[in-house]
């Protein structure tokens, strides 16, 4: 298993504003992923979190909206930019151990008023 | 692309009764399933997983799955629930590394266990 580390676990943010959530795993491992579990609905992958190069974004998410930096092999953080309410959600840092099965964060919860 | 369907929302059943949650994956190639559980106010478990082999898989907590290729199904059973069992359930799929070795999720299901 891993132990996965996500700041802030909540925050609460003005809209138009931008949060930052950092996910600290306590080994390395080579697949990092940002999803995001929007009130009553599954998790939707929002990238890959690639070391060294840039972020892998699934369609319908974009680089500006939400940047992600990986610069080593344990860390990542997520940049929610330009808030407006629908960005609430809880945003989840998962890693993946090469076997295809993923360890997640205890998640942040975002609430943009 | 891979997806992920679970056919019930919601389901609430007594304790003791028997539980099977439906969950069909699209993707013609070699995938991974598991199912995870997410207990209200908690983060999300691994239940249990299928990579080869048996295809009836036991997890945790009493819970097995039993995946069958031609239907493309992996559906979560439990044989008496517990009301602790109330939770979300999520099916997903991991189609590996020829489709981004990313884990797709399915939309959920709500189960109320009452006592």
């Known amino acids: 298993s891993a132990v996965i580390s996500q700041k802030p676990s909540r925050d609460i943010c003005q809209r138009g504003t931008s949060l930052t959530i950092q996910c600290q795993v306590d080994s390395q491992v080579t697949m990092m992923f940002w999803y995001r579990q929007q009130p009553g609905q599954s998790l939707t992958l929002i990238a890959t979190a690639n070391q060294g190069s840039e972020a892998t974004y699934e369609s319908g998410f974009v680089i500006d909206k939400f940047p992600i930096s990986r610069p080593n092999l344990t860390f990542s953080t997520l940049t929610v930019s330009n808030l407006s309410p629908e960005d609430s959600s809880i945003y989840l840092c998962?890693?993946?151990?090469?076997?295809?099965?993923?360890?997640f964060g205890e998640g942040s919860r975002l609430t943009v008023l | 692309a891979q997806s992920v369907s679970q056919h019930n929302h919601h389901v609430i059943l007594s304790e003791a009764a028997s539980l099977e949650l439906g969950c069909n994956y699209s993707y013609g190639g070699t995938v991974n399933l598991f199912w995870y559980v997410q207990y209200p106010g908690q983060h999300l478990q691994l239940l249990l997983k299928y990579f080869s082999g048996d295809p009836l898989v036991k997890g945790i907590k009493g819970f097995e799955a039993e995946f069958i290729k031609s239907k493309f199904s992996f559906n979560l059973r439990k044989p008496s629930v517990q009301w602790s069992d109330t939770a979300e359930y999520f099916c997903a799929v991991n189609a590996g590394f020829a489709a981004g070795n990313k884990l797709t999720f399915g939309g959920g299901t709500r189960v109320l266990v009452k006592p």
């Open positions: 998962s890693v993946d151990r090469v076997t295809g099965e993923l360890f």
